[in-house]
Structures are given as C-alpha cells and as structure tokens.
C-alpha cells in the first residue's frame, strides 16, 4: 500500500483461530467474547480496515467508507481504544487524526475512509451518534452498551457511501467484551435466543479453573488460550496474584459473571451451597410465604419455611418502572398461575403504609384493591432484617444447608452472591464502606427476602425469643385474597 505522500510499510497480522472465524463470517450483528490479551479490539481495528480496503469503488475511483468506533466514556475512548487504533495506524502513514472532530480521515491508494470516534458520556452523545450515516460501526467493551444503543446504530449502517457513489459493498455492526453477566442481553442473544442475523464468537480463557487447593479456588495456565504469542510469559498467572477469584473468572477465565466493587450485604451467602441444582416445588400442605418491596422497582420473593426448619426461596417476581396497580395484578397472576389454591402471607416493606401525595394511597392500598391482602413487616431495622437471612444461612438442618435458594432465582442470587453490596467511601487509607448497602437493580429483590424472612418469624429467632425451628403451621395464617381467583 502507499500513501499519496509517504510510503506505506505492510502490517503483518494473524488472526488466532477464534478470530479468523469472526473475520470470515458475514453475519450483520458480529461480536468477539474473551479474556484480556487476546487479542479482541487488535481484531476490531482490522477488520474494519479491511472492510474499507474492500469497498466498491465510486464512479471517481475512490473506495470510500465510514465508520463509527464506540466506547462508554470518553476517558476509556481515548486512553484505550485511540490507543489501539493509532498504535496500528499511526498518523505519519495514514493521515491526521482530527482532535477537535474525533475523526481519523485515512487516505491511501484508492481507499478513502473515515472513522469517527464517539462516547456515551457527554449530554447529547447519544443523539449525535444516532443521527450519523455509516458503513459499519463498532462497539469496544460492548458489556457497558445498553442494547437500545446496539439496535438503534444497526439502523444507522449502511447508509454510505449512498448508491450514487457505488454503494455498502458491506455493512455490519461488530462488537468485542470481557465477559458480561448472565442476566446481560449478551448473555441471552449468544446462549439462549439465538437469533438469525446474530453471530458470536467465545475465546478460550487463559486460564483454567482446577478445583480447590487449601479452600481456595486453583487456576492454571489454558493451553488453548490464544495470543499467547503477542503476550510477555506466564502473563495470566502474574496478573492473578491478589485478585479475587471473581475477577480472574471474569477477565482471566472468560467465564460469566461480574466483578464487585464493594462489600457483599451477605458474605454468608455461597451459591455453591444455597442454591438448588434443580428447581425447588412448593408443598401444598404448607403455607407460602411472600416478601414484598416497593416502589417503582418492585419485587416480590416467594418462599416456604419446611417442617424441620429449612428455608427454600421458591421463586421471585422483579419489575422495572412498574407502578403498584400493575405490579398488584402481576403478583395476584403469579400466585394463581403457579401457587392456585395454596395459604399465603405476605409481609411487605413498613415504609408502603405511607400514603402517596398523588392519591393518597398507600402500596397496601394498592395491593388490597387488587385483592390481595399484605401485612407490613414487623421491623424495618437494618441489621435485625440482615441477621434474619443471615442466621439461616449459617445454620445447618439434617446435614444441608439451612436456606436453599431455587435457581429460577436469578436475579436474587445475583444479588445475594454480592451484587447486593455496601458501596466503598472514597477515602484515603483503610478499606471502609457505607452503613446501607447501594441501591441498584438487586436491592428490592434482596429487601423483599428479607421482609419475608423477618415476617415469617426469623426476626424473633435472631432477638433469642424463638430459637428452634417450628412447624410452619404455628404462623397465624390467613387466605391474602378477598375474593375469588
């Protein structure tokens, strides 16, 4: 290749095996999952080159393209994405990168191309970036892209060159991330929808994780991992040292999951022991138990306390931007759908005995116009509710665990695995936190459980009035609906 001005050496670059798969797939919706190292957004940056190289020339000759290289924040943007790009393009060969327009104009032989850098950070970024005529585009660390973002940009590419200058040879949107969370919409597009149109790719990790060694989780060099080539020795294993094995799942391992910044609300809590390896069925015979938090993100947890005193979270009902009355007929449908006919009690936060400004209702209210009739938990004491989750969990029944969670429970195991957290104050020295733990998408399922398990008497265990474990019948049961369901 030459430029108009200098020569042009030629960059040498070989995909590893994952990788030349994502190359030579035409899927519109591309994305690359792995490890840190292995060689992603190097990937990335080719790709979209090449893609420029191949554009059908227009009626004056030129290949012309443009693109839109995307990342959360502007800081991330510049300090690594840029990086990347320029490191492998450097402007002294392919043209000037425009500081003020974040825009790297490329120009060599025939090929005239445009990549436009862009954040999310800034007011009016998304707007800007919503409004732009692209070839392609792509997303750095997809895992922080909200998926309206993804959609509303495939909308986007495939607009230039327009036909008059010869027209997308391709179009395409790719994307590249450090694994995400199972409750990720990348999660569920690559393992579980599937869908037409979709391509992914998974990188092997770089490391592997082998069983335990002194109660602590071993790991060992992956002798499929790729990259390794392009990376100094030994550099998964050195990076390790120190880390919590969450975060050498996540960014050494390539496994699902998320890294907390933050200190767990239940350190007592292990999903290796609390959570069933299949879904856990309610016993007719017995009551069921159900913790309600509200608000505009309200959560109901459903549970049953067994006659020899374990606990079992059956299942779990999350709303985002649900106000009470719909929240009342969706909790009121599943409780007929999957509990018809059963004794319930429901105890929910004390503050939804306030009334609203707006009609002076209170969630009780609301709940009790649906037909279905809740109690305020007895206390609303943070530790008190604490310590009755976390009594049980330490406690041993008939040689298992005292509290076992369904797995249908996703986002309360999330939550109780540590993304319910105490938020770190940012202060200089020792580690400390707040005394409330952070309010986010996992805080109401995790409040509900609590104000079920302090409702159904795990508040009286912890003040020493009811040690034991008692039949579940010994509860002042009644029927929550008022009329017929």
């Given at each position: 290749?030459?430029?108009?001005?200098?020569?042009?050496?030629?960059?040498?670059?070989?995909?590893?095996?994952?990788?030349?798969?994502?190359?030579?797939?035409?899927?519109?919706?591309?994305?690359?999952?792995?490890?840190?190292?292995?060689?992603?957004?190097?990937?990335?940056?080719?790709?979209?080159?090449?893609?420029?190289?191949?554009?059908?020339?227009?009626?004056?000759?030129?290949?012309?393209?443009?693109?839109?290289?995307?990342?959360?924040?502007?800081?991330?943007?510049?300090?690594?994405?840029?990086?990347?790009?320029?490191?492998?393009?450097?402007?002294?060969?392919?043209?000037?990168?425009?500081?003020?327009?974040?825009?790297?104009?490329?120009?060599?032989?025939?090929?005239?191309?445009?990549?436009?850098?862009?954040?999310?950070?800034?007011?009016?970024?998304?707007?800007?970036?919503?409004?732009?005529?692209?070839?392609?585009?792509?997303?750095?660390?997809?895992?922080?892209?909200?998926?309206?973002?993804?959609?509303?940009?495939?909308?986007?590419?495939?607009?230039?060159?327009?036909?008059?200058?010869?027209?997308?040879?391709?179009?395409?949107v790719i994307m590249d991330t450090?694994?995400?969370?199972?409750?990720?919409?990348?999660?569920?597009?690559?393992?579980?929808?599937?869908?037409?149109?979709?391509?992914?790719?998974?990188?092997?990790?770089?490391?592997?994780?082998?069983?335990?060694?002194?109660?602590?989780?071993?790991?060992?060099?992956?002798?499929?991992?790729?990259?390794?080539?392009?990376?100094p020795e030994q550099y998964y294993?050195?990076?390790?040292?120190?880390?919590?094995?969450?975060?050498?799942?996540?960014?050494?391992?390539?496994?699902?999951?998320?890294?907390?910044?933050?200190?767990?609300?239940?350190?007592?809590?292990?999903?290796?022991?609390?959570?069933?390896?299949?879904?856990?069925?309610?016993?007719?015979?017995?009551?069921?138990?159900?913790?309600?938090?509200?608000?505009?993100?309200?959560?109901?947890?459903?549970?049953?306390?067994?006659?020899?005193?374990?606990?079992?979270?059956?299942?779990?009902?999350?709303?985002?931007?649900?106000?009470?009355?719909?929240?009342?007929?969706?909790?009121?449908?599943?409780?007929?759908?999957?509990?018809?006919?059963?004794?319930?009690?429901?105890?929910?936060?004390?503050?939804?005995?306030?009334?609203?400004?707006?009609?002076?209702?209170?969630?009780?209210?609301?709940?009790?116009?649906?037909?279905?009739?809740?109690?305020?938990?007895?206390?609303?004491?943070?530790?008190?509710?604490?310590?009755?989750?976390?009594?049980?969990?330490?406690?041993?029944?008939?040689?298992?665990?005292?509290?076992?969670?369904?797995?249908?429970?996703?986002?309360?195991?999330?939550?109780?695995c540590g993304a319910y957290r105490?938020?770190?104050?940012?202060?200089?020295?020792?580690?400390?936190?707040?005394?409330?733990?952070?309010?986010?998408?996992?805080?109401?399922?995790?409040?509900?459980?609590?104000?079920?398990?302090?409702?159904?008497?795990?508040?009286?265990?912890?003040?020493?009035?009811?040690?034991?474990?008692?039949?579940?019948?010994?509860?002042?049961?009644?029927?929550?609906?008022?009329?017929?369901?």
């Amino acid at each position: 290749m030459t430029n108009n001005e200098h020569p042009i050496q030629r960059i040498t670059y070989a995909a590893p095996p994952t990788l030349t798969r994502f190359h030579a797939s035409d899927a519109f919706y591309r994305g690359v999952m792995g490890p840190v190292g292995s060689g992603k957004s190097t990937a990335m940056c080719m790709e979209l080159m090449r893609r420029a190289q191949a554009q059908q020339p227009g009626p004056d000759g030129m290949r012309r393209s443009r693109f839109a290289i995307v990342r959360n924040t502007y800081r991330e943007l510049a300090d690594t994405t840029l990086k990347t790009w320029l490191d492998w393009f450097p402007e002294d060969l392919f043209g000037q990168y425009n500081q003020t327009g974040m825009t790297h104009t490329v120009r060599f032989g025939d090929v005239h191309a445009e990549f436009m850098f862009r954040s999310l950070d800034r007011p009016g970024d998304v707007k800007k970036l919503l409004s732009l005529e692209l070839t392609g585009a792509w997303f750095n660390e997809c895992r922080e892209m909200p998926k309206a973002i993804v959609d509303a940009m495939g909308d986007r590419v495939e607009r230039f060159p327009p036909r008059r200058m010869g027209g997308c040879s391709w179009a395409g949107v790719i994307m590249d991330t450090n694994p995400p969370d199972t409750d990720h919409w990348w999660y569920r597009l690559a393992e579980e929808d599937r869908p037409r149109g979709w391509a992914f790719f998974r990188q092997p990790g770089g490391l592997l994780e082998k069983g335990e060694e002194n109660g602590r989780p071993r790991f060992a060099p992956n002798p499929n991992a790729e990259n390794l080539t392009n990376l100094p020795e030994q550099y998964y294993l050195r990076r390790m040292a120190g880390k919590p094995a969450d975060h050498i799942r996540v960014y050494y391992c390539a496994k699902y999951g998320s890294v907390q910044d933050g200190k767990p609300v239940f350190p007592e809590f292990h999903a290796t022991v609390h959570v069933a390896s299949t879904p856990l069925r309610a016993r007719p015979e017995s009551p069921l138990f159900v913790g309600l938090d509200f608000g505009l993100t309200p959560a109901a947890v459903f549970g049953q306390r067994e006659i020899n005193g374990r606990w079992l979270w059956l299942g779990e009902l999350v709303a985002e931007d649900m106000g009470m009355t719909r929240f009342a007929r969706e909790l009121r449908r599943t409780l007929n759908e999957r509990w018809p006919g059963m004794e319930v009690v429901l105890y929910g936060d004390p503050a939804g005995t306030q009334r609203s400004q707006v009609d002076e209702r209170t969630p009780f209210d609301i709940l009790r116009a649906g037909g279905i009739d809740a109690r305020p938990a007895p206390s609303n004491d943070p530790l008190l509710r604490r310590e009755a989750v976390a009594l049980p969990l330490t406690r041993m029944v008939d040689g298992g665990p005292g509290l076992l969670t369904s797995p249908e429970c996703r986002t309360l195991i999330k939550g109780m695995c540590g993304a319910y957290r105490y938020r770190r104050v940012e202060i200089s020295g020792e580690e400390r936190y707040k005394d409330e733990p952070d309010k986010n998408r996992y805080s109401h399922v995790c409040d509900a459980a609590q104000y079920l398990m302090i409702g159904a008497g795990e508040g009286r265990a912890v003040l020493g009035r009811d040690a034991g474990p008692r039949p579940a019948r010994a509860e002042n049961h009644y029927n929550p609906f008022r009329r017929s369901v």
